[in-house]
């Protein structure tokens, strides 16, 4: 007998998240951005950048395995992430390492991210909830817009 098994597709929660796909949007941003300089002395500082633009989704995403209260957490170090990476925004166009087009770009990313964050937050604080579970608030997920 030949059956065949069909798998599921995974669903993970946190990828129904617009700021989780912003957030990816913007490692791919400064990935392209710095990815000129691979051999520049200063490769340091784009390997930093890219590590701390690579954590801002994955605060999100692991973040969203946890209860209310500790998702909230994970999404403000998200927002720390998104800070860190305004200030070596700042770094990056004084030391000439990017243009002020490219300033202005991220600025705005982040700027948007910060506010996804924070609806984000403040949404899941209304209802704080300490029984949380994940897996039981997923359809809200759909509906909402960060």
Known sequence: MNTQ????????????????HKAIDYVVWAH????????????????????IAQQIPIFIAEGSAFNKIQFVEQLKLAKSSVRECLVLTSIAVKCNYISEDQETES??????????????????????????????????????TW
């Open 5 to 20: 098994f069909t798998k599921a597709p995974i669903f993970f929660r946190f990828e129904d998240l617009r700021i989780y």
């Open 32 to 51: 392209d951005s710095f990815q000129e300089y691979p051999n520049n002395p200063h490769n340091s500082f784009y390997k930093r950048f890219n590590s």
């Open 107 to 144: 600025r705005n990313q982040l700027m948007e991210m910060t506010k996804m964050l924070g609806a984000l937050i403040t949404s899941l604080q209304k209802n704080n909830d300490s029984n949380y579970d994940p897996q039981y608030e997923e359809e809200s997920f759909h509906v909402k």
